[in-house]
């Protein structure tokens, strides 16, 4: 049975330790390439459009928003392929694969750099995509199993920190090196943390609850999940893609808006970044406490909520709206990662806890195409980003509900889930 699990005590790390910081070192180098495509997106559509003193979006920016709304989807759409990766982890450790598939994404994503043309770069790029997805997803898993109850949203957190930071750094690099860099600049740096990846391997372990399960109950078949686990896992892979499907379009279309429609120069969008840092930290502080204290399942509520509100702020017209719903969407997508990330990885069982993640890549993925294509195709009527933004996020927000179809896993280990026969 999938859930069978060995009866030796577990040897778990507190959320500060080394084994736990550098998967999250693992992280920030997954986010510093993953985040590439959005933050020099402004530069790569001036690079490989046409502008013009027309008053059309493709005028302004180089490419319409449907051209580049595709563009992304093509790219999130490459993260299909997660699914395969992350399941991999389920039959030859989460250590070995969250490595390797780091490593893989980081040099698709620096050969990019040369890339010719438009869709010649969305090419290059969606090939490292899925590795950085699986790398992001295992490095949650990683997390979650390193740790026991009281530690693990603070270890979710700090791993989600490291993407945000990886994330962050890129997109200020982009912003003060706007006009010299370009995004053949911006990709070179990719060397940066692939160099480093190997140091931090040092450190990163294999967790105690994989390396504790019998080979027999390991799944035959990468991603497949046993029939008593669907019915949780399509509940959790649908509130999944209904957040993709707001923050794929609020995080991927926030750099092109920023710089392409509001003209915001290098400096300020910079600020705007590294400002979002501070945001994001009093986001993740606030959603661990709240993970801990007041539950996984209302902080995933309330943080969805607050996701589509400032998104839609965000888009609705002004500068000044722009940067206060940007930094609103971080504290809330901050306040969202400890909660989502440890309810998630708590309500299934160690042997197919990979291949979970897979399937919550697959539902991020679809939801974030959707999100893209139909924000894109709308904020083309008229260059109309705010209409856009109420018709892309706004109907997500009522399948919140779906949260009440699971346990509250707060102050609960894993085992005792499946002990109890609730899993």
Not at 212 to 230: E, H, I, N, T
Not at 396 to 417: D, S
Request: positive net charge; aromatic residues 10%; hydrophobic residues 55%.
């Amino acid at each position: 049975m999938p859930g069978t699990e060995s009866p030796q005590p577990l040897h778990l790390f507190s959320w500060k330790a080394p084994a736990v910081v550098a998967v999250a070192f693992v992280a920030m180098a997954a986010g510093f390439g993953q985040f590439g495509a959005v933050a020099a997106l402004g530069d790569v559509a001036k690079s490989f459009g046409h502008l013009s003193r027309g008053g059309t979006l493709a005028d302004q920016a180089g490419l319409s928003g449907t051209v580049v709304g595709i563009g992304l989807a093509v790219i999130r759409l490459a993260s299909l392929g997660a699914l395969f990766l992350t399941g991999l982890a389920d039959r030859f450790g989460r250590r070995t694969v969250l490595l390797y598939t780091c490593a893989g994404g980081l040099l698709l994503t620096l050969v990019a750099a040369a890339s010719p043309g438009y869709w010649w770069f969305v090419a290059i790029f969606a090939l490292g995509r899925p590795l950085l997805s699986a790398t992001n997803g295992v490095a949650q898993v990683s997390a979650a199993e390193l740790t026991s109850s009281k530690d693990r949203a603070k270890a979710v957190a700090l791993v989600a920190a490291g993407y945000a930071v990886g994330a962050g750094l890129l997109a200020i690099i982009h912003s003060l090196g706007e006009g010299t860099l370009g995004f053949r600049g911006l990709f070179a740096l990719i060397a940066v943390p692939l160099f480093l990846l190997p140091l931090a391997g040092r450190h990163v372990v294999e967790t105690d609850r994989f390396a504790s399960l019998d080979r027999a109950v390991r799944p035959p078949v990468f991603g497949r999940v046993p029939r008593q686990y669907r019915r949780r896992l399509l509940t959790v892979a649908t509130l999944t893609f209904v957040i993709a499907i707001m923050t794929g379009p609020a995080n991927s279309f926030v750099f092109f808006y920023a710089q392409n429609v509001r003209h915001l120069s290098g400096a300020v969008t910079a600020a705007m970044v590294a400002a979002g840092g501070v945001t994001g930290l009093i986001g993740l502080l606030s959603g661990r406490w709240l993970a801990d204290h007041w539950g996984r399942r209302p902080t995933v509520a309330l943080s969805m909520a607050a996701i589509a509100g400032f998104a839609i702020l965000t888009y609705s017209g002004s500068k000044v709206a722009l940067l206060a719903g940007y930094q609103g969407g971080l504290l809330a997508g901050s306040l969202f990662a400890p909660a989502g990330g440890a309810l998630a990885n708590e309500v299934f069982p160690t042997a197919i806890r990979a291949a979970v993640a897979g399937w919550y890549v697959i539902a991020a993925v679809l939801g974030a195409v959707v999100g893209l294509l139909v924000f894109g195709a709308v904020a083309d009527i008229g260059n109309r980003f705010s209409v856009a933004a109420v018709v892309t996020f706004l109907p997500a927000l009522p399948l919140t509900a779906l949260l009440l179809l699971l346990p509250e896993t707060k102050g609960t280990e894993p085992e005792e889930l499946w002990g109890t026969g609730v899993a």
